[in-house]
Nanobody, 119 residues
Framework: QVQLVESGGGLVQPGGSLRLSCAASGMIFSIYAMGWYRQALGKQRELVAAISSGGNKNYADSVKGRFTISRDNVKNMVYLQMNSLKPEDTAVYYC?????????????WGQGTQVTVSS
């Protein structure tokens, strides 16, 4: 059974930093593309950052230069380092794992962790 468990959310002041972690289990972690999504109150879920199985990264324009995604294929972990946080970064952040194998799409989500940026 695949599980993704996020941690590291919380309340931080504008300009501060947080590091989100996602622990994966029940899957061959290294072959999955991993991503962080977020959903603010009343808004659609959006991609924040993603990292492929090969280590290629992409970011939403709104977080480029401030957020960094990374993965550890030994520990089965994916991280999101968030710097220079803004109030508009406030959202529930979700960890995601995706893989297409022989035409079957595998798509898994964590339960989410709340990030609140406020003074």
């Amino acid at each position: 059974q695949v599980q993704l468990v996020e941690s590291g959310g919380g309340l931080v002041q504008p300009g501060g930093s947080l590091r989100l972690s996602c622990a994966a289990s029940g899957m061959i972690f290294s072959i999955y593309a991993m991503g962080w999504y977020r959903q603010a109150l009343g808004k659609q879920r959006e991609l924040v950052a993603a990292i492929s199985s090969g280590g290629n990264k992409n970011y939403a324009d709104s977080v480029k230069g401030r957020f960094t995604i990374s993965r550890d294929n030994v520990k089965n972990m994916v991280y999101l380092q968030m710097n220079s946080l803004k109030p508009e970064d406030t959202a529930v952040y979700y960890c995601n794992a995706k893989k297409s194998i022989l035409g079957t799409n595998y798509d898994y989500w964590g339960q989410g962790t709340q990030v609140t940026v406020s003074s």
